[in-house]
């Protein structure tokens, strides 16, 4: 059965990291999290000239995994675990911060020096308590080892970040069943995807727009805004516009239906674990960059 649209989405505008803005559908007031998803911001697209593009330099984190996706641009890793990675456009780095890391994520030294366009995703996901505290470890794919799918009209496809998509699965790893598809659909295109049925399921419109939901009662989403699907069937209907291609991101994944406590870069079980955190990352328990 085709789910129905649960609720429409708008993205709020914020500063992160050292100041550079992103569009962010969760956690707001309207939305705390589509669990076991914690968080998805939208970077740029932003033009940024020639020593000004800002990052976000050393910070730790705990207890769930940090995605990022970019478009444009070119940023560079380093973390306490002596990984250090640099992401160019179609590149997707997966870190699973487990029992902690501090990582800094800046543009590139060239890219900083010259400006440009940055344009890129960071979705936040949580960790099932008994996987909070496991060892930390990075996944760096770039771009050209990410699957991709081409459709049946030759222009349209899906990049499969991971989970599956039609027969092709993603070379990701991932602690918990999660779906990332990067999708673009020319106009006129419709797709069915699968979806378990228990697990959270949301479409999030890079460009363009498209139409949404069970037949009959489609709902049309627009750039910034974020489609969640109630969770009603097994699989999603997505639609292209007749006249307008849509580029989007699709996600899903398990609902773990734990308690949450959270405080900015720790996302723990209880506020106990939350404090201990704290005083692991002061006492240097998460390492150094160096
Ligand atoms: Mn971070």
Redesign the pocket.
Known sequence: MNRSIEKIIQTIKVLEGGGFPVRRPFPTDELDQVDPFLLLDHLGPIEWGPGEAIG?PD?P?RGFE?VTYLLAGETEHKDSGGHQGRLMPGDVQWMTAGSGVI?S?MPAPSFYEQGGKMHGFQIWINLPRDRKMIPPRYQDTPSEKIPEVLLEDGTSKVRVIAGEFQTTRAVIETNTPILYLHIKLQAGMNIVQPVTSDHNCMAYIIEGHGLFGAEKETQSASEGQLVLFARNGDEVCLSSGKDSPVELLLLAGRPFNEEIARYG?FVMNTREEILEAFQDYQQGKMGMIS
């Open positions: 976000a910070h984190h940090t990582h994520e870069p």
